[in-house]
């Protein structure tokens, strides 16, 4: 949904809440995801 927003858009600018270890394992990244699924630029701001 995200990457569908910021169609037509040549950056995308998302925040990181920097989780770890299981946390992370559990609810996955979403700043992660984003970066690997945009076809543009992302920056990810912590």
């Known amino acids: 949904m995200i990457c569908e927003v910021g169609k037509g858009n ?7 809440h920097g989780r770890k270890g299981l946390s992370r394992f559990l ?13 543009r630029s992302v920056l990810v701001v912590r």
């Open 10 to 16: 040549d950056l995308i600018v998302v925040s990181s």
């Open 27 to 39: 609810m996955g990244s979403v700043s992660e995801n984003i970066v690997h699924r945009a076809d």
